[in-house]
C-alpha cells in the first residue's frame, strides 16, 4: 500500500467518527439516537439558530470531504488494478 492510500484511510476513519459525532449534536425532532446519546448538549447548542446553522454546515463540509476520500480510494484501487 501507498502512503497515499493510508493516509487517506486515516482520513476516511478520521472523518467517518466526525461524521456521526456531528449527526448526533442535531437538534432532536421527535426523539432517536440524538436524543438518547447527546439529549443534554443537543437542547444546549440547538438553542440558537446560528449554532444550529453552524453545526449544519460542519455537517456538509464533513459529509463532502468523506464522499470526496472515498471516491480517491475507490480511483487508487480501480487504477492498481
Given at each position: 500500500?501507498?502512503?497515499?492510500?493510508?493516509?487517506?484511510q486515516?482520513?476516511?476513519?478520521?472523518?467517518?467518527?466526525?461524521?456521526?459525532?456531528?449527526?448526533?449534536?442535531?437538534?432532536?425532532?421527535?426523539?432517536?439516537?440524538?436524543?438518547?446519546?447527546?439529549?443534554?448538549?443537543?437542547?444546549?447548542?440547538?438553542?440558537?439558530?446560528?449554532?444550529?446553522?453552524?453545526?449544519?454546515?460542519?455537517?456538509?463540509?464533513?459529509?463532502?470531504?468523506?464522499?470526496?476520500?472515498?471516491?480517491?480510494?475507490?480511483?487508487?484501487?480501480?487504477?492498481?488494478?
Amino acid at each position: 500500500m501507498t502512503a497515499l492510500t493510508i493516509a487517506l484511510q486515516v482520513v476516511l476513519v478520521l472523518t467517518s467518527v466526525f461524521l456521526v459525532l456531528t449527526i448526533l449534536m442535531h437538534k432532536g425532532r421527535g426523539g432517536g439516537l440524538s436524543d438518547m446519546f447527546g439529549g443534554g448538549l443537543s437542547s444546549a447548542v440547538g438553542g440558537s439558530g446560528v449554532a444550529e446553522r453552524n453545526l449544519n454546515r460542519i455537517t456538509v463540509g464533513v459529509a463532502l470531504a468523506w464522499v470526496s476520500v472515498i471516491v480517491l480510494l475507490g480511483l487508487i484501487q480501480k487504477s492498481q488494478l
